[in-house]
């Protein structure tokens, strides 16, 4: 009894050690995004809303224009983009690495976001992210995939 009690106690360490080693191994680097808002307003009060696996993450109000931001791997975020009087967008940026990647650098991503402005005959919206950007191992690179138009 004591054998088989040691033998799935250390079963699970091991199990236990591979998953901390995937994960340290995605936290140990970002994925960089560099993007732009673009709009017909102006950026003034404009947003972008970071959420890391559903939760607040963070939060930027100013410069966008052109920004970046370092996202650490091993997460899902979403980006919710807004610029009073045009229509919100949403994109998805899935940073977690297929387990047989490893990975090895940090990875930068270019983007930018048009925001068109909202119809005179009612407000519009999306109805869920427009894009999706995940990691491609084809590529061993971070890729765009359009979801939907409004």
Excluded: C, W
Aim: aromatic share 8%.
């Amino acid at each position: 009894m004591k054998a088989l009690t040691f033998l799935r106690l250390t079963a699970q360490a091991a199990i236990a050690s591979i998953a901390i080693t995937a994960s340290a191994n995605e936290t140990n680097h970002v994925l960089r995004i560099e993007g732009k808002v673009l709009s017909g307003n102006p950026l003034e009060g404009a947003s972008v809303t970071v959420l890391q696996d559903g939760a607040a993450f963070n939060r930027l109000e100013k410069g966008l224009a052109q920004f970046q931001m370092d996202l650490p791997l091993g997460h899902e975020y979403r980006l919710q983009f807004e610029v009073p009087g045009t229509i919100a967008k949403e994109s998805v940026f899935n940073t977690r690495l297929p387990r047989s990647t490893e990975a090895k650098k940090d990875f930068l991503f270019h983007f930018q976001v048009s925001l068109l402005a909202q119809p005179v005959d009612g407000e519009q919206h999306y109805s869920g992210p427009v894009g999706m950007i995940a990691f491609n191992p084809a590529d061993n690179d971070f890729g765009y995939e359009h979801l939907r138009d409004a």
